[in-house]
C-alpha cells in the first residue's frame, strides 16, 4: 500500500499534467476553429439585419391590404407595394435568408461540438470504465487535433465496419489518440505528409493504428520511447510524458500499444483493446 498509492498518485498527477499541456497545445488550434463559423455567423447576422425590415414593410402593406375595404386607398397600397418589389426582390431576399439560416445552424453546431469535445476532454472520466463504440472516440480526437493536422496533413482514415465496442475511458482515451495525432502531425513537421488511421476489429480485440509518413524513430531511440522524461523534441515543445502516459492509460484498460515502422515510411503505432459485445438494442 505504501509503494503503490504513491506511485497511482504520481501516475494520476502525470496524466493530468500531459492533459493539460495538450490543452495548451489545442487552444490556438480550437480558438481559431471556433472563429471560423463565429465569423460567418455574425456575417449572415448581419445581412439579415439589413433584410429585416425590408421584410416589415412588405408585411405592413400587405397586412394593409388584408384589412381595408376601399378601392382608391386598396389600388394606393397595390402601387405601394408594387414600387417596394420593384426595390427589392423579396423572394430573392428570402431564398437567401434560408441560406443564411441553414449556413448559421451549420456553424452554431460546429461551435457547439468543438467546445463539447474540449469540455469532455478536459473533465477527468469517473473511474468506472463504459462500454463505448470507438469510432466515436477517434473521431472527437480528429476533431480536437484538426487544426494541427488539415494545414499541411492528408488524413485517411480506414475503418472496419465491424463492431468496435470496448470497456474505457472517454477522455483517457481521447488522450492518447490527441497525443499520437500530434506526435505524428510534429514527425510530420512542415513538409505536406500523410496519416493514416485505421481500425480493426476481432471477437477478441480491438485494434487501432496510427502511420505518419515522418522520418520514423531511429533503433537507439525506439527503446526509450515510453520511458517517462524522455524526448526528442526542442525544450519547451515536448515533457517526455505524453507516450509513457499513453502506454499507463492503454495498460490500465487491459490493453497494450506498440510502435513500429509505417508503411508511409514513418512510425506505425498501433493500440489493441480488449474488444466488448456489441449492446442489446
Given at each position: ?8 498518485q ?12 495538450t ?32 421584410f416589415?414593410q ?42 443564411l439560416?441553414v ?18 476532454f ?9 462500454l ?12 480536437l ?22 470497456q474505457g ?58 520511458t ?6 526542442a ?11 499513453c502506454?499507463?492509460?492503454?495498460l ?30
Amino acid at each position: 500500500m505504501s509503494t503503490e498509492q504513491p506511485q497511482s498518485q504520481s501516475q494520476a498527477t502525470w496524466q493530468q499534467t500531459d492533459r493539460l499541456a495538450t490543452i495548451g497545445i489545442l487552444t490556438a488550434g480550437l480558438a481559431h476553429e471556433l472563429n471560423n463559423p463565429i465569423g460567418y455567423i455574425l456575417s449572415n447576422l448581419t445581412s439579415f439585419q439589413l433584410y429585416l425590415p425590408i421584410f416589415q414593410q412588405h408585411f405592413n402593406v400587405l397586412q394593409q391590404l388584408a384589412d381595408c375595404d376601399d378601392p382608391s386607398v386598396r389600388a394606393q397600397l397595390q402601387q405601394q407595394l408594387t414600387a417596394l418589389r420593384q426595390q427589392e426582390n423579396v423572394q430573392l431576399l428570402l431564398d437567401d435568408t434560408q441560406s443564411l439560416l441553414v449556413d448559421s445552424l451549420k456553424g452554431a453546431l460546429r461551435a457547439r461540438d468543438l467546445v463539447l469535445d474540449l469540455r469532455r476532454f478536459a473533465h477527468p472520466d469517473h473511474a468506472e470504465l463504459q462500454l463505448l463504440e470507438l469510432i466515436p472516440i477517434i473521431e472527437m480526437a480528429l476533431r480536437l487535433a484538426s487544426h494541427e493536422l488539415k494545414a499541411h496533413v492528408v488524413v485517411e482514415k480506414v475503418f472496419t465496419s465491424a463492431p468496435t465496442w470496448i470497456q474505457g475511458q472517454p477522455a483517457a482515451l481521447t488522450q492518447v489518440l490527441v497525443n499520437l495525432l500530434i506526435n505524428a502531425t510534429q514527425a510530420i513537421g512542415s513538409t505536406t505528409g500523410h496519416l493514416r488511421i485505421s481500425t480493426t476489429s476481432t471477437s477478441e480485440w480491438v485494434q487501432i493504428c496510427i502511420e505518419d509518413s515522418g522520418p520514423g524513430i531511429s533503433d537507439d531511440t525506439l527503446p526509450h520511447i515510453f520511458t517517462e522524461f524522455f524526448t526528442t523534441k526542442a525544450p519547451g515543445v515536448g515533457t517526455g510524458l505524453g507516450l509513457p502516459i499513453c502506454q499507463s492509460i492503454i495498460l490500465k484498460h487491459q490493453g497494450e500499444i506498440t510502435v513500429t515502422h509505417s508503411e508511409l515510411g514513418g512510425a506505425a503505432f498501433t493500440v489493441r483493446l480488449p474488444a466488448q459485445l456489441a449492446p442489446l438494442e
